[in-house]
Every structure is written in structure tokens, then in C-alpha cells.
């Protein structure tokens, strides 16, 4: 029997979608599967071992393209980060020095981080993501609250960093995880325990490390997770609070306190750094100073009132982007966070994936929070951390397709 037309089309249009295969079916697909894992649980103890297993996953993943004829699918979220890399190697063109800013414009690849784990973490392999940078960031949790408490890294010329190379990565990895333990714990389906259990440990070890933009961070996802929650949970964060700071070492406490006065150093160097990257953006507002070019050109703008006679970036990411690269660069970025958010909400609305949607929605708050006194999307460690995160929504939706035949 000859089929008709619209079967045919029906045939041909199911030949094209199909469901990744297990994992036993090919080697690519477990390997691919596997360095992701590893990516995301060794970010939280070495940047070099995520790397190398980044690497794994790329080979993985353009081997599976090539192989099985893949389509190239990504979110929609990643068209601006592709702009924003564009932007970016234009500002390093105009940079007064191109040479130096290209080379450190080699961290636009880790935007294939997207892609990767749009590809890799489908269906309930999300969750169990989730599940693996949850007990690696409470494992690094704890080596900081033991470097505090038994090595003594408690003074802010000693802080704990865990096994990484500086407390502020550190601490901007554990504040991302916290909005993910309390998006679990609140609208997760089950291992609400776990990430309760965690969650404890996480806060702590980002207060005792004297971090206040990261515990500025946490907060912030916190209140926007009880908001989506249910908006009378607020009255949780003031309680939270007054136990914190009756239970907190005096120089934690204090540290966090001095936020607020108008004489900390810190605060007044920032401040300066405010004035000194609207100078540079007023000089240059096309395409910026350059990337990784602010260090040497700080004196030039430097303020008269700044504390630090160098600062290598300008501790606030909005402001480092317009700077570095443009007026331009920082619109493109406000479009991938917009587009991002955007389609994030949708997801958390329409009940699917309620947990990561709300995940991904309080790390991209934390990011914004802290990111006014830290410059964290410049961060490799961060950055990674925060598209896994952000990703995974997307991932749990998508189903591998195929290329069209001609």
C-alpha cells in the first residue's frame, strides 16, 4: 500500500526527533555525559581539572554532531552571548592593545558551555546535575569552615578559599549553590533533605569568608526564591538575620556590617572606581578601553580620592563591561539577560521544571546582587558554574534532533 502525502510527512517529521539514546548505546554519549559531570563538580576544587574535562566534553559533543549528523541546538539565550563575543573581539580590535586583549578574549569559548549542556544534561539528567554541584559545593563548604576554624584563616588577610585560588571565587561559587539548595528545597519534587542539609553549611562557609558581595548575593536569591514561593516567607529573612549576627564571630559580624559605613576603605575605593570607569566609558563608549585593558589604563582615570593606586578590574560588572568594551557590549548583555530571565520565568510559570527554572532564576539574581561590588562574570570558575546552572532548565525540556535530509 502506497502511503499518502501527509503520512509520509508525518513518517519523515517523528525520523527526525529522537530521544538520546542510553548511555550503554554509545560510548560518545556516556563519555560526553560523564566530563560534564565532572565539570560541574570539579569547578568547585580546580579550574585546570574542569578545563580538562570541558575539553573532553567538547570533543564529545562535536564527535556526536559529526557522527550521528546532529542538528546544532542551543537555548535562545545563547544567540546573545554569541553577539556579546562578537562585540567583544570588535573591542579587542580597537584595544589599545589588540594583541593582549585576543588572547584574553579565550574565555568567550567557555560560552560553549551552553550548547554542551543543552545537549548532555536531557530529561531527569538535570536533576541529578544539580544533585552532583550540590554535594561537591558542600564538600568544598566544609573544607573552608575547617581552614577557619582549625588552620585559622579567619582575618581578611587569611580567608578560606577552600582548594581554590582566591576567596572571592570561592565564595561566588557557594553563593550559587545556595540559591540552588533553596530552590530544591522549596520547589523541588524530592531530596529536599539533602539539599536542607547542605544548605546550612553553605552559608556559613560563604559568611566566614568575610565575602560580603557573595552573602549580598545569597541574599538577594533568597528573597527572590520566598517571593516565588510565597511572598509572606519574607518575614523568614529579618529572623534569619538577628540570628546570624547573635551567633556570627565578632569579625565576621563586623565585616558585614561595615557595608554600611560610609569610611570603609573598601567601600570608598569602589566608589572610585564608580567615577574612574565612567571616565573611561565617557572617552571611549564604542568599544571601551579594551579587554583586560583597565589595569593599565587605571592611572590615566584613576580618582583622587581612590585607595588602591591599581585595581586590575572595576568591581562592578556592568560598569567593567562599558568600560572594557563598550556601550554597545553591556546592551548585548542586558538583551542575554533579559532573553534569559525572560524565558526562564515562562518555564517556572508554565509548572515544568518549577526547580530548575527557580535555580536558574536566583543564581542569575545572586550574579546581578553580588555583581555590583564584584566583577564575578569575568570570574572562568563563576562564569561556568553560572551557565551549567542556567542551562539545565533548557536541558530537562530538550530532546536530541537529527539534520533534515535533503
Not at 508525518?10 to 530521544?19: C, G, L
Amino acid at each position: 500500500m502506497v502511503p499518502t502525502m501527509e503520512q509520509a510527512l508525518t513518517a519523515e517529521s517523528h525520523a527526525d526527533v529522537v530521544t538520546p539514546q542510553p548511555l550503554s548505546g554509545s560510548r560518545l554519549e556516556l563519555a560526553g555525559l560523564i566530563a560534564l559531570g565532572g565539570v560541574a563538580g570539579a569547578l568547585q576544587f580546580s579550574i585546570a581539572a574542569a578545563q580538562i574535562l570541558l575539553t573532553i566534553a567538547v570533543v564529545c559533543w562535536l564527535g556526536l554532531l559529526l557522527v550521528r549528523h546532529e542538528r546544532f541546538e542551543a537555548p535562545r539565550f545563547f544567540w546573545p552571548l554569541i553577539a556579546y563575543a562578537g562585540i567583544t573581539l570588535v573591542s579587542a580590535a580597537f584595544s589599545i592593545d589588540p594583541r593582549a586583549s585576543f588572547i584574553d578574549s579565550k574565555q568567550l569559548v567557555l560560552f560553549l558551555i551552553v550548547p554542551i549542556v543543552y545537549r548532555f544534561a536531557t530529561g531527569s539528567r538535570g536533576l541529578t546535575l544539580a544533585t552532583v554541584v550540590l554535594s561537591c559545593a558542600a564538600v568544598s563548604a566544609l573544607i573552608g569552615i575547617f581552614q577557619y576554624g582549625i588552620l585559622h584563616y579567619d582575618n581578611l588577610g587569611q580567608r578560606p578559599q577552600g582548594t581554590l585560588g582566591h576567596y572571592m571565587t570561592y565564595s561566588g561559587l557557594l553563593m550559587l549553590v545556595i540559591g540552588v539548595a533553596l530552590a530544591r528545597v522549596l520547589f523541588g519534587r524530592g531530596e529536599r533533605t539533602w539539599a536542607a542539609l547542605v544548605m546550612p553549611a553553605l552559608a556559613v562557609a560563604v559568611a566566614l569568608s568575610f565575602t560580603r558581595s557573595a552573602a549580598v548575593g545569597a541574599c538577594a536569591a533568597a528573597a527572590l526564591l520566598l517571593t516565588l514561593k510565597d511572598f509572606r516567607l519574607l518575614a523568614v529573612l529579618p529572623i534569619v538575620a538577628a540570628v546570624f549576627f547573635a551567633a556570627a564571630p565578632g569579625k565576621v559580624a563586623a565585616r558585614m556590617t561595615s557595608m554600611f559605613n560610609q569610611q570603609d576603605a573598601t567601600r570608598r575605593d569602589r566608589m572610585a572606581m564608580i567615577r574612574a570607569g565612567e571616565h573611561m566609558i565617557g572617552a571611549r563608549p564604542l568599544t571601551g578601553v579594551g579587554p583586560n585593558m583597565v589595569l593599565r589604563v587605571y592611572p590615566e582615570y584613576r580618582d583622587p580620592d581612590a585607595v588602591q593606586k591599581l585595581n586590575p578590574h572595576l568591581h562592578n560588572v556592568p560598569l567593567q563591561i562599558a568600560a572594557e568594551r563598550g556601550i554597545p557590549a553591556l546592551l548585548i548583555w542586558l538583551w542575554f539577560l533579559g532573553t534569559l530571565t525572560l524565558d526562564l520565568g515562562r518555564l517556572f510559570y508554565s509548572g515544568r521544571q518549577r526547580f530548575l527554572a527557580a535555580a536558574g532564576l536566583a543564581v542569575i539574581i545572586a550574579m546581578l546582587a553580588a555583581g555590583f561590588f564584584e566583577y564575578n562574570f569575568g570570574d572562568s570558575e563563576f562564569l561556568m558554574l553560572f551557565l551549567v546552572l542556567v542551562t539545565l532548565p533548557f536541558a530537562a525540556e530538550h530532546t536530541v534532533s537529527l539534520k533534515s535530509e535533503v
